[in-house]
Structure formats: structure tokens, C-alpha cells
T-cell receptor, first 113, second 109 residues
Framework: EAQVTQNPRYLITVTGKKLTVTCSQN?????MSWYRQDPGLGLRQIYY???????DKGDVPEGYKVSRKEKRNFPLILESPSPNQTSLYFC????????????FGPGTRLTVL | SQQGEEDPQALSIQEGENATMNCSYK?????LQWYRQNSGRGLVHLIL?????REKHSGRLRVTLDTSKKSSSLLITASRAADTASYFC?????????FGAGTTVTVRA
């Protein structure tokens, strides 16, 4: 089944404890991206990747890192999480670029205490 | 920065009625997409309209795009309870994708 998977789905952590949220797609998509969703603000793009080893900042990249060493995986790293990073995170992928249909993962609900 | 803004923020309609929501954006776009989200789940793509198109249909969905006014509308005809969800427009420019804050639609039985 064609899908985007994220892990973990739920995470409660403490300020400053490094964490990684994994994202994987099995559709051989070139484009992958991360978003955070906060009430009243919709989705805001954190980082995106056009292909392996090619990443760029979205609208809210501060406090996040990404890497794209393999085409199927695009992990999101929070090196020192803070409470203002408490949010619902979505990974998405598409065949090529932001101008194509995006396939979204199920989301990761992160709480930073 | 948020490119798109949906209006209204919330909409409540009776089953069988039509639902219309609007999206306005600020800068030039390559295309505009509409997505649906059910209660905190992942977004699902509904329809994509390119900047050189004015109207597009998909089942009970009708999307219009007016690039001179930098606005788009999504019409859902003959609504059903299953249409209860949040709807987002997303504008694409180069490799970035910007979403609006969404319209929450409630369809009453």
C-alpha cells in the first residue's frame, strides 16, 4: 500500500532532550516536507527536500534540522526541544515538487514539557 | 509566512445544502490545491487547479481560480455528514507550499 509513515505517533518529552521523528514513504517520491500545525495557524512548512541530499528551509525552520540521505526517509530532528515546539507534525511527499499532489503521513503529536 | 487565508473560518450547514469557502493569497502562484482534514488526521488532497485554469470539477467539488483577484473558491454540492472536516487551500510557488488556516465545515444531519 502506498503510504507515508511517521514514528512515533505520540511523544511527550522534556525541554532540551534531543529527539527525532522519522518519516518514510514507499512511493519513490522525490519531494518530501515537514509541517507543523497549530490551532488557528493552519500548516506551516518547516523544511522541504527536493531530492536526496537537497534540503531547504520552509517558513518556520528555527529549532529544527533535517537530513535526506535516502530517497525514502526524511527525519525531523529537534536537538534541544522547547515548549513552543509542542505541536502536531506532519510529513508529506510528492512525485516532484510542491506543485503536485502531496501525500500526508498520519501526524505526530509532540508535547514538550 | 501564510500565503493563503480561508473564509469563513467556520461553516455549519444542513445535509444536502451546498458549502462554499474562499481562499485569498498574496503573491503569484504556479497552482493552488485544496485539501481536507478529518479531526487531527493527515490531510487528503482534493483537487489542484493551475494558474492558467479558471474552473475545475471533481465529483461534487467545484473549484474556481481568479488570479487577477488572487482568490479561489471551493464549492461542495449536496453535502453529506461525511463532508464534516476542515478544508485548506495551499499555494505553490517554486518548491514551497503554503497553507491557509482552514475552514471548518460541519454538516448537520
Amino acid at each position: 500500500e502506498a503510504q507515508v509513515t511517521q514514528n512515533p505517533r505520540y511523544l511527550i518529552t522534556v525541554t532540551g532532550k534531543k529527539l527525532t521523528v522519522t518519516c518514510s514513504q514507499n512511493m519513490n517520491h522525490e519531494y518530501m516536507s515537514w509541517y507543523r500545525q497549530d490551532p488557528g495557524l493552519g500548516l506551516r512548512q518547516i523544511y522541504y527536500s527536493m531530492n536526496v541530499e537537497v534540503t531547504d528551509k520552509g517558513d518556520v525552520p528555527e529549532g529544527y534540522k533535517v537530513s535526506r540521505k535516502e530517497k525514502r526517509n526524511f527525519p525531523l530532528i529537534l536537538e534541544s526541544p522547547s515548549p513552543n515546539q509542542t505541536s502536531l507534525y506532519f510529513c508529506a511527499s510528492s512525485l516532484a515538487g510542491s506543485g503536485n499532489e502531496q501525500f500526508f503521513g498520519p501526524g505526530t503529536r509532540l508535547t514538550v514539557l | 509566512s501564510q500565503q493563503g487565508e480561508e473564509d469563513p473560518q467556520a461553516l455549519s450547514i444542513q445535509e444536502g445544502e451546498n458549502a462554499t469557502m474562499n481562499c485569498s493569497y498574496k503573491t503569484s502562484i504556479n497552482n493552488l490545491q485544496w485539501y481536507r482534514q478529518n479531526s487531527g488526521r493527515g490531510l487528503v488532497h482534493l483537487i489542484l487547479i493551475r494558474s492558467n485554469e479558471r474552473e475545475k470539477h471533481s465529483g461534487r467539488l467545484r473549484v474556481t481560480l481568479d488570479t487577477s483577484k488572487k482568490s479561489s473558491s471551493l464549492l461542495i454540492t449536496a453535502s453529506r455528514a461525511a463532508d464534516t472536516a476542515s478544508y485548506f487551500c495551499a499555494t505553490s510557488n517554486d518548491y514551497k507550499l503554503s497553507f491557509g488556516a482552514g475552514t471548518t465545515v460541519t454538516v448537520r444531519a
